[in-house]
């Protein structure tokens, strides 16, 4: 069964005004560096995303996302390389074309086509599901202290039980816990500092604090990861668990599968976030689950297609207990699906369907559509 045409849609979709950050501030979150920018200087809803329109000669239709940010020399390359390819004859384990930040993407539309070829959902590829809906938790980037019990509040009325926060060293991050904890005293944090509390020091003076007050369900990537002996001291040091984000899509920071397995054999960690694609995530769950720790599917702040994957990966994950990193339309306007994913806070429920289970908003795509882009045989 051939690939006959894929089309391509770049599209720039918008967070909801006061979804990212308190009133003033200006902290981008796209850490890759953007042509000649550098890396935290661009918010993320300002980069380009694209979809991919997989169409197999008989008509059936498989869809992926790409990360932000994508390179369309590569994109080329991989579309020309996959059209009049037997869709049968692909491993889907393993595919075709080197790994590169635009692979998820790819392997997501060929795999919701495979299934759908198939008669089955996109799950079932991956064994089955152990679960048919996932814990979720809610999500903001940097806030000024006035904001957090609004905040707290907000997501609580909603049915959040966990809320994430980016964070560096210039937040009072112990002072949002603390009216976290006056104000919506059953929700937990999670802080995430993307490495830059940047020496054990700084995160032992926060972490005396977040310990005292006991809301941290837990903290990751607080220093760089090259230090992963500081990541074991921290974990030593008090009973604020240790999280380790393994990101794939990052090839360009180095990071890798083997990633998990230093922190495992390290006694760095105490679970994971991890975030790629449907096989690389069965193989890191793999990981964690034999080292009997948890971990949580995480995100780029993506579309409804990416998002349906995680879905997908987190169901058949034995380890994925911790809240996964998937929002809805929480935080961007449109998540360019017709239906949006089920989520009754704290948990989204696994798409009903063959392949992915979805239905893209094709009126949506054109109202946000930036350029399109189509490769035939």
């Given at each position: 069964m051939k690939i006959s045409r894929i089309t391509c849609f770049e599209v720039i979709v918008p967070a909801h005004p006061g979804a990212i950050e308190s009133k003033g501030f200006n902290k981008g979150l796209h850490k890759?560096?953007?042509?000649?920018?550098?890396?935290?200087?661009?918010?993320?809803?300002?980069?380009?995303?694209?979809?991919?329109?997989?169409?197999?000669?008989?008509?059936?239709?498989?869809?992926?996302?790409l990360y932000r940010s994508h390179n369309w020399s590569t994109v080329d390359a991989i579309c020309e390389l996959l059209i009049g390819q037997d869709i049968e004859s692909l491993t889907l384990q393993k595919l075709p074309f080197a790994f590169s930040r635009e692979y998820?993407?790819?392997?997501?539309?060929?795999?919701?086509?495979?299934?759908?070829?198939?008669?089955?959902?996109?799950?079932?590829?991956?064994?089955?599901?152990?679960?048919?809906?996932?814990?979720?938790?809610?999500?903001?980037?940097?806030?000024?202290?006035?904001?957090?019990?609004?905040?707290?509040l907000k997501f609580q009325n909603m049915g959040y039980t966990c809320m994430k926060f980016k964070s560096d060293l210039e937040d009072d991050v112990v002072g949002w816990c603390r009216t976290i904890a006056e104000t919506a005293p059953e929700m937990q944090v999670i802080l995430d500092p993307n490495e830059r509390w940047l020496h054990a020091f700084e995160a032992k003076k926060r972490i005396d604090g977040l310990q005292e007050i006991g809301n941290i369900l837990c903290l990751e990537d607080p220093l760089p990861r090259w230090q992963l002996n500081e990541y074991h001291q921290l974990r030593n040091y008090a009973s604020v668990p240790i999280?380790?984000?393994?990101?794939?899509?990052?090839?360009?920071?180095?990071?890798?599968?083997?990633?998990?397995?230093?922190?495992?054999?390290?006694?760095?960690?105490?679970?994971?976030?991890?975030?790629?694609?449907?096989?690389?995530?069965?193989?890191?769950?793999?990981?964690?689950?034999?080292?009997?720790?948890?971990?949580?599917?995480?995100s780029e702040i993506d579309l409804g297609?990416?998002?349906?994957?995680?879905?997908?990966?987190?169901a058949a994950a034995a380890s994925c207990n911790w809240p996964s990193d998937i929002f809805g339309r929480l935080i961007r306007e449109h998540d360019l699906?017709?239906?949006?994913?089920?989520?009754?806070?704290?948990?989204?429920?696994?798409?009903?369907?063959?392949?992915?289970?979805?239905?893209?908003?094709?009126?949506?795509?054109?109202?946000?559509?930036?350029?399109?882009?189509?490769?035939?045989l």
């Open positions: 890759l560096p953007l042509g000649a920018k550098a890396g935290w200087s661009v918010q993320f809803d300002e980069v380009p995303k694209l979809l991919v329109q997989l169409e197999l000669k008989n008509g059936i239709i498989g869809w992926g996302e998820d993407g790819f392997e997501c539309a060929i795999w919701d086509a495979y299934a759908k070829l198939k008669g089955m959902r996109v799950v079932d590829l991956l064994g089955g599901s152990v679960k048919d809906k996932v814990k979720v938790g809610a999500w903001s980037s940097h806030r000024s202290q006035e904001d957090i019990a609004d905040l707290a999280v380790l984000h393994v990101s794939l899509p990052y090839i360009i920071h180095g990071q890798r599968i083997k990633d998990s397995i230093q922190a495992i054999q390290l006694s760095a960690v105490d679970g994971f976030n991890f975030n790629c694609g449907l096989a690389d995530f069965q193989r890191l769950d793999h990981i964690a689950s034999a080292a009997e720790l948890n971990c949580w599917h995480g297609i990416l998002e349906a994957m995680y879905m997908h990966s987190a699906l017709k239906s949006p994913l089920k989520i009754e806070a704290p948990y989204a429920h696994l798409p009903e369907g063959l392949g992915l289970g979805i239905e893209v908003d094709m009126d949506a795509v054109k109202h946000y559509q930036t350029k399109q882009k189509a490769y035939t």
